[in-house]
């Protein structure tokens, strides 16, 4: 019998199997949305849905290459265990590499294309990864950037890729590069430099140091003066080109790569689970729990 779009939604809805395995559940099944459901189960492919109010804040950063171009991406499961486990780490090379061949501009049109030349999306290619593996797993970002006119991407993976780094420098070198995005993984600064910082972020910055040192007893005709001091720190703290490069703490960054032939375009810090909330599991309580069941 013929399957309808509409009754292939439905099951996506209930069960979260990818697209081809709910046409092919219904077709199995005559369009009985019950029987097509059960057969999803048996076949261990709607466990995706089950899991998919759970927090998935561990995971890897990812970084691929290809021709002249580079891909960084997050991709996030519920355990740090599940996120050293080889079928995990060989799925997050398939998505980073599947990303940087097919360019997509968002996380939702990457899961929505078609995966690997099969009837299939990206989506339903996690979906099935979380049927074997057992755990929530999502693509939370990612970016692909180009090297190439007068263009050079270094990249740095840090603890087995809690922290993933891409660099992108307007001349210099690929080695230049690579020793930038080693810096940034390790002080993690917001901006390339201080243009880049919004005047708002600026002022509320300004407006607090100057109450500090009103607050030390600082007298006004020279708390101007001392607000544009702490200020110069300020940016020290936030702006890459501003910092003491780690490296060479005699150098700042800007002049290192100026020292180089280049100049720091842009750069892109992956922390896994940064601004996720992450669930703190009791160990000894969640296995009493499988043993009173």
């Given at each position: 019998m013929a399957i309808s779009a509409k009754q292939v939604k439905e099951l996506r809805e209930?069960?979260?199997?990818?697209?081809?395995?709910?046409?092919?559940?219904?077709?199995?099944?005559?369009?009985?949305?019950?029987?097509?459901?059960?057969?999803?189960?048996?076949?261990?492919?709607?466990?995706?849905?089950?899991?998919?109010?759970?927090?998935?804040?561990?995971?890897?950063?990812?970084?691929?290459?290809?021709?002249?171009?580079?891909?960084?991406?997050?991709?996030?499961?519920?355990?740090?265990?599940?996120?050293?486990?080889?079928?995990?780490i060989?799925?997050?090379?398939?998505?980073?590499?599947?990303?940087?061949?097919?360019?997509?501009?968002?996380?939702?049109?990457?899961?929505?294309?078609?995966?690997?030349?099969?009837?299939?999306?990206?989506?339903?290619?996690?979906?099935s990864q979380i049927a074997t593996i057992g755990e929530k797993i999502s693509l939370r970002r990612f970016e692909v950037v180009e090297n190439g006119d007068?263009?050079?991407?270094?990249?740095?993976?840090h603890m087995g890729g809690r922290i993933g780094v891409l660099t992108v420098l307007e001349g210099a070198d690929e080695q230049t590069a690579k020793d930038v995005a080693m810096h940034i993984a390790a002080i993690n600064?917001?901006?390339?430099?201080?243009?880049?910082?919004?005047?708002?972020?600026?002022?509320?910055?300004?407006?607090?140091?100057?109450?500090?040192?009103?607050?030390?007893?600082?007298?006004?005709?020279?708390?101007?003066?001392?607000?544009?001091?702490?200020?110069?720190?300020f940016f020290e703290e936030i702006c890459l080109n501003e910092q003491a490069f780690v490296k060479d703490s005699d150098q700042k960054v800007g002049k290192y790569v100026e020292s180089k032939g280049g100049s720091v375009k842009t750069f892109f810090r992956y922390e896994v689970g940064e601004g996720m909330e992450k669930r703190e599991d009791n160990f000894a309580e969640e296995v009493m729990s499988q043993v009173k069941k």
């Open positions: 209930q069960t979260g199997a990818g697209m081809m395995d709910c046409k092919k559940a219904l077709s199995e099944t005559d369009g009985d949305m019950e029987k097509a459901v059960d057969f999803l189960r048996e076949k261990g492919i709607s466990k995706a849905a089950k899991k998919a109010d759970r927090v998935a804040a561990e995971g890897l950063a990812h970084v691929v290459t290809s021709g002249n171009k580079a891909a960084i991406v997050e991709i996030n499961s519920e355990t740090d265990f599940v996120s050293k486990n080889d079928g995990f060989k799925m997050v090379d398939n998505v980073a590499h599947h990303i940087i061949d097919n360019n997509p501009s968002t996380v939702e049109e990457a899961l929505s294309q078609e995966y690997a030349g099969e009837e299939s999306t990206l989506q339903d290619y996690i979906n007068g263009l050079n991407v270094g990249s740095y993976i600064p917001k901006y390339v430099s201080r243009d880049a910082v919004s005047e708002e972020e600026v002022d509320r910055e300004r407006e607090v140091l100057k109450q500090q040192a009103l607050n030390e007893g600082k007298p006004e005709n020279i708390v101007e003066k001392m607000v544009e001091g702490r200020l110069g720190k």
